[in-house]
Each structure stands twice: as C-alpha cells, then as structure tokens.
C-alpha cells in the first residue's frame, strides 16, 4: 500500500503565497512521475504540474512562471510552491504519483485565494 499525505493549503490573499508539500510512504520502491492537480468547484481535475525523474517537469500554462514544482527523492516528497497567487488558482489541489504504472492519489488540501 502507498499513502499520501498532502500538507500546505490554506487560505492567502491574492498575490500570497503557499507551498504545498506531498509526502509518500508505504511500499514505495521506484516513483516515477509525481505532480500536482487541482479541481475548483463545478470544473473538472486538472493538471498543475508534473515532474518526473530525473528532473523534467511539465506546467499547465496557468502555472508557468508563477508555480514551481520540485521533489525530494529522499524524502519520497513532492512540493509545490505558488506564487502570485490569484482568486482563480482556488481549489482543491491533489498530489499524484506513479509508480510502476500505477496511480496513487492524495485526498486533497483546500487552497483558497481571496480577492
């Protein structure tokens, strides 16, 4: 079994920031590809960001210059780190890994951005 444990959401003002931080245990031997997804009411999940080894990431173009995406393979951690954040970035953001083929989700964190 693997468990992931998202953390770093929370309520900001526009233009804030916040860091979300995925941590994954449990039978964890070879991830492949981590990232990041956000669902906002009434909308469908969407990607934000991915980053697979060693290193390459992918952004929604929303994301572009704005969020960051990094992981510590180490500590079997992915983050993301947002800034200038708007009232459209809110949602539910949701940490995803794949490991061997197989997708685990994370059970989400509120990010709500205020105008």
């Known amino acids: 079994q693997v468990q992931l444990v998202e953390s770093g959401g929370g309520l900001v003002q526009a233009g804030g920031s916040l860091r979300l931080s995925c941590a994954a245990s449990g039978s964890i031997f070879n991830i492949n590809t981590m990232g990041w997804y956000r669902q906002a009411p009434g909308k469908q999940r969407e990607l934000v960001a991915t980053i697979a080894t060693p290193g390459r990431t992918n952004y929604a173009d929303s994301a572009k210059g704005r969020f960051t995406i990094s992981r510590d393979n180490g500590k079997n951690t992915v983050y993301l780190q947002m800034n200038s954040l708007k009232p459209e970035d809110t949602a539910v953001y949701y940490c995803?890994?794949?490991?061997?083929?197989?997708?685990?989700w994370g059970q989400g964190t509120q990010v709500t951005v205020s105008s």
């Open positions: 995803k890994i794949t490991q061997w083929g197989i997708q685990y």
